[in-house]
């Protein structure tokens, strides 16, 4: 791929008016009959488990219509027939055919728990606390940055089909991570001196109000954290919505709340979530980047590899040099598990290798600020380095990113070449080692945890 081509907008409604189109209103979607019959279909199927959302910008100024149902940005938003297993699928239809809800919610939370939604034990092992409260709308399993989920922030302009967040979107409440209290997160970061970054993330935090927002972020720049230097908000409101920045009604309260961080001394980083280079196309995001580069704030990106989507070379060099000729700054590429369609999505480590090799030798120096392809495991971020060989021995070298030991990063290591491998729990450790050199350590890390929550529950009851 050389050129982005707009996609042709054939269905006219303002573009700047927000409207969201899920199951319950896919009959109004104006291009419904570019959608061949198996594909909707799949739509109605898939949409059961996996969340669907999507808007008027993205179908109307990012969606190719003629290249459905192939599209990337089209299988980013509308599930696919493929993204379930044949048996998963046909319990799923046949349920919905049976025309019982009953039936159908079983189905559902069949397949769901079979998905598994719980990725990287984030759930288990990375929750603060503080004056006896779990802090469960928070993680900080990352010495610097602590994660921060504000419980009105649980939703997005638009569903990725790949997203691992989709838990967040359904209704589980058992599975949210999210909390009111502002306070506490003050209180957390204050006693937390280690910390420098708040990340605040979600779903998409940029889905609420300026005001809403405000409430959040007001309380931390009042409270003049000495060591806390950066505020990063997560966010793909440049892709699904970039009016958030410039015509929604309060876009420019917005903005002037990220100008409120920059003149606290608190560098502000947008980082953006952003999968293809199409979505850097319209007039719409370029205003929108060059408002939020006016505020002082800085715009890094990161994106997961996603077969069907985004596994090619020159889909990344493409993107990245679009993104710094827009005053972007790459940050991640990540490997992706866990996503719910794991299959339909999922690219081998060592092809992964290769995309990334691919586009980072297209771009200057400028572009290679982007780190990757990187797995996030209980370990820590995990970047797989690529192939090699070592006295007759094919190897795959790998280096830790971010540790939940810090010592255990950039300590270069190996493990047995696997080219059908996706995930670090398939690798073999290389030179007959039993485990990787860092097992043992967090063996001991999550036993300590498990008789830290014992404690916890015993002082509670
Ligand atoms: C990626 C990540 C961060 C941020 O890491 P940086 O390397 O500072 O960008 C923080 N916490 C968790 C749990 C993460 O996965
Ligand atoms: S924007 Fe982010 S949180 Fe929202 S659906 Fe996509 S990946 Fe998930």
């Known amino acids: 791929m050389t050129t982005i081509e707009r996609p042709l907008t054939t269905a006219h409604m303002p573009p700047d008016r927000y409207r969201a189109f899920t199951l319950h209103n896919l009959e109004s979607l104006p291009q419904l009959d570019r959608i061949p019959a198996h594909i909707v279909e799949g739509i109605r199927v898939v949409g059961q488990v996996l969340p669907f959302k999507t808007n008027s910008y993205v179908v ?89 989920f504000p419980s009105n922030g649980q939703t997005c302009h638009a569903y990725c089909t790949f997203c691992f967040r989709w838990p967040q979107f359904v209704g589980d409440d058992e599975m949210k991570f999210a909390m009111r209290e502002t306070e506490l997160l003050v209180a957390y970061l204050q006693e937390h001196e280690e910390v420098t970054d708040l990340l605040i993330t979600g779903g998409d935090p940029l889905v609420m109000s300026a005001r809403n927002l405000r409430t959040y972020i ?60 199409r979505e850097l196309s319209t007039p719409a995001v370029e205003q929108a980047i060059a408002r939020i580069l006016e505020t002082g704030a800085q715009i890094r990106t990161q994106s997961p590899l996603m077969r069907n989507i985004n596994d090619d070379a020159d889909t990344w060099a493409q993107m990245w040099k679009l993104q710094v ?35 980072y030798t297209q771009v200057s120096g400028i572009c290679r600020t982007v780190r990757g392809p990187s797995m996030s495991t209980d370990p820590g971020k995990i970047q797989v380095l690529g192939e090699t060989e070592v006295d007759g021995r094919k190897l795959l070298a790998l280096s830790f990113i971010q540790g939940r030991n810090p010592d255990w990063v950039m300590r270069p290591f190996f493990a047995r070449l696997d080219r059908g491998a996706t995930w670090i729990d398939e690798l073999r450790p290389a030179f007959g080692a039993e485990r990787f050199f860092y097992e043992d350590e967090l063996q001991e890390m999550f036993d300590e945890d498990v008789r830290h929550l014992a404690r916890f529950e015993e002082s509670r009851s």
């Open 325 to 359: 000729g827009l005053g972007l700054i790459p940050y991640y590429m990540f490997l992706a598990r866990d996503t719910g369609a794991q299959n339909y999505f999922s690219v081998p480590l060592v092809r992964a290798t290769e995309i990334f090799r691919g586009a």
């Open 60 to 148: 109307n100024e990012l969606i190719n219509w003629d290249d459905v149902p192939h599209d990337p940005i089209f299988v980013l938003n509308f599930p696919q027939p493929d993204m379930l297993e044949p048996g998963h699928y046909a319990l799923v239809k046949q349920a919905l055919d049976s025309g019982n809800q009953e039936t159908l919610d079983a189905a559902v939370e069949t397949v769901r728990r079979a998905l598994n939604p719980h990725p990287a034990g984030q759930m288990e092992h990375n929750v603060p606390e503080i004056y006896g409260h779990k802090l469960t709308g928070m993680q900080h399993k990352y010495r610097e940055t602590v994660l921060f």
């Open 218 to 277: 007001e309380p931390v720049l009042e409270a003049k954290i000495p060591h806390l230097r950066t505020i990063r908000i997560g966010s793909k409101a440049l892709s699904y919505w970039p009016y958030r920045f410039t015509r929604d009604k309060d876009a420019d309260d917005l903005l002037a709340l990220f100008r409120e961080v920059k003149e606290a001394g608190i560098h502000l980083a947008l980082m953006a979530h952003l999968n293809h280079p």
